[in-house]
């Protein structure tokens, strides 16, 4: 007989085992990306790739459930926050700057501008500890962002700056969902299904798709890691973790974003992460920690 400590010992084990997996493959995204516009793909293929797979995935669900009670310019915004202008955008910076840098301003700034829409829209004002944290952050993007002006790549900032885009069209889709209260595999699967409808014809005939000539195998990983892991699995790990530990201790996997993105991209890529880099890494950590309310939290 299992006791009721045994299983709240059990659902805490398993909620922070489906957070971590949640962040790891968030994580992750920057850097198997840049892998492959680094290799024989380009952000479009990317992005074909991840909605194609993605939504043929879910597309039963749209079928059965159709727009689930959201409007159609409700579903429309949903799409353009998270599906392909967010790809594309933040791809595209992936061809310009470190994986790293994605991994570091992608999150934090779709918390900071989802912050700030949620009180506009929402009337959810934050209160002081998530303004200062907010603040934190900001000190933290622009400290990498110095980085890369001084000692990117050419043309890294404008990468970091696709990246604070992409941090803004996630939130327009987190403020989208909160606002019409949409179920989050829903969500997900609207936006995938969109995706796919409107951009895979213009993608075949316009874009000189490379997924037909690149190598099969690269082809494969990325069409299972985008349109699988990322688009898909990633969200339902970390619903089921909320479910498990709460709304606020859920929120804690996001702040692991960064520094996780930061450390696969160095074995992976070989981009090794500079002092500056890495104190940025710290900065955006702590401001994202201070503004999800973290330091509230009871152990």
């Not at 299983?7 to 892998?35: C, E, F, H, K, Q």
């Not at 939504?55 to 310019?73: F, K, M, N, Q, T």
């Not at 043309?155 to 996630?170: K, P, T």
Request: hydrophobic residues 55%; charged residues 10%.
């Amino acid at each position: 007989m299992t006791t009721g400590l045994g299983a709240t010992n059990d659902g805490l084990s398993a909620g922070i085992l489906y957070g971590t997996l949640a962040a790891l493959i968030w994580g992750a995204w920057p850097v198997v990306s840049r892998l492959g516009v680094q290799h024989s793909l380009t952000p479009h293929d990317i992005t074909a790739l991840r909605f194609g797979v993605a939504g043929l995935l879910l597309l039963p669900l749209v079928w059965r459930r159709c727009l689930g009670g959201v409007a159609w310019p409700g579903a429309l915004l949903l799409a353009a926050g998270a599906g392909v202008p967010y790809v594309l955008v933040t791809v595209g910076g992936l061809a310009l700057a470190p994986a790293g840098h994605a991994g570091v301003i992608v999150p934090s700034c779709m918390l900071g501008f989802s912050a700030l829409g949620a009180w506009i829209f929402l009337g959810d004002r934050p209160d002081k500890a998530r303004l200062a944290g907010l603040g934190v952050i900001l000190a933290g993007v622009l400290t990498i962002g110095w980085e890369g002006l001084t000692a990117g790549g050419p043309g890294a900032w404008r990468g970091d700056l696709m990246f604070v885009a992409g941090g803004l069209l996630w939130a327009v889709y987190t403020v989208a969902s909160r606002f019409w209260s949409v179920d989050p595999l829903h969500a997900t699967a609207l936006v995938s299904v969109l995706s796919m409808v409107f951009y895979l014809p213009l993608y075949l005939l316009f874009a000189e798709p490379r997924i037909f000539t690149a190598p099969l195998e690269e082809t494969l990983f990325q069409g299972l890691f985008q349109g699988l892991f990322a688009a898909v699995l990633a969200l339902l790990l970390y619903t089921r973790a909320v479910a498990l530990l709460g709304a606020g201790r859920g929120a804690i996997f996001a702040a692991l974003v960064p520094g996780t993105a930061v450390l696969l991209a160095y074995p992976a890529l070989g981009e090794v992460p500079t002092g500056l880099e890495l104190l940025g890494v710290a900065v955006v950590t702590a401001g994202m920690a201070a503004a999800l309310g973290l330091h509230r939290l009871r152990r």
